[in-house]
């Protein structure tokens, strides 16, 4: 089974990718890891990657495509695999088409952007013992305002959870990533999930989606 994971930022993707790789039994190849492996690694599109970020630039779509292509051939993955984060755009996917990969569904979990703003700009971490909350969200609240329920700590709020950079975030993806909603929907293997309902019900309607 090989799944592509679609949504912008703070739709939940991590989080259902952990839960299918677990129920599903096969592996997360989420790009920032693999890229992570491969600087680790040494590989020669470690080095190239690793070229493009000394000089604080992004790499490449051939470079990143490169690595996932060196992972995807890896033991681990040949019970299939989900991709979290790649293809992230119009290039990157048909970069993998070319490899002639056969993905089996690409869910793609909608969630509105006020919906998305409220759970970003609401988000708080522990940095001591790495515990998340959110404010604006009945049940993950803190007991305590601003203090950690588990060690005590103070909570804080990550600069990439403002208001100012989970708009610049979600405008990127509007742009770059979007358009392959309508790309993977004329393969006729799209599926859209509703992300506003609770973690649970998600996961158990991509298992029935993937399933049919």
């Given at each position: ?112 952007d006020s919906v998305i703003y409220e759970r970003m700009t609401g988000r708080r971490v522990c940095m001591s013992c790495g515990s998340t909350y959110n404010i604006n969200t009945a ?74």
């Amino acid at each position: 089974m090989k799944i592509v994971l679609l949504g912008a930022p703070g739709v939940g993707k991590g989080t259902q990718a952990a839960v299918l790789s677990k129920r599903l039994n096969i592996l997360v190849i989420s790009t920032g890891n693999i890229l992570r492996e491969a600087l680790k690694s040494g590989s020669d599109m470690g080095k190239k990657a690793k070229s493009f970020i000394d000089q604080g630039q992004l790499v490449p779509d051939e470079v990143v495509t490169g690595i996932v292509k060196e992972k995807i051939s890896q033991d681990d993955c040949k019970n299939g695999y989900i991709l979290d984060g790649f293809p992230r755009t119009i290039s990157q996917a048909e970069a993998l088409r070319d490899m002639h990969i056969k993905i089996d569904k690409v869910i793609d979990i909608n969630v509105s952007d006020s919906v998305i703003y409220e759970r970003m700009t609401g988000r708080r971490v522990c940095m001591s013992c790495g515990s998340t909350y959110n404010i604006n969200t009945a049940g993950r609240r803190p007991k305590v305002d601003n203090t950690c329920d588990k060690c005590a700590d103070t909570l804080v709020k990550r600069t990439d959870d403002s208001k100012e950079t989970v708009k610049h975030r979600l405008e990127v993806y509007r742009n770059q990533t979007e358009p392959l909603v309508n790309y993977y929907k004329e393969t006729g293997k799209l599926v859209i999930i509703n992300g506003e309902r609770p973690p649970e019900e998600i996961t158990e309607k991509i298992l029935e989606e993937i399933r049919n």
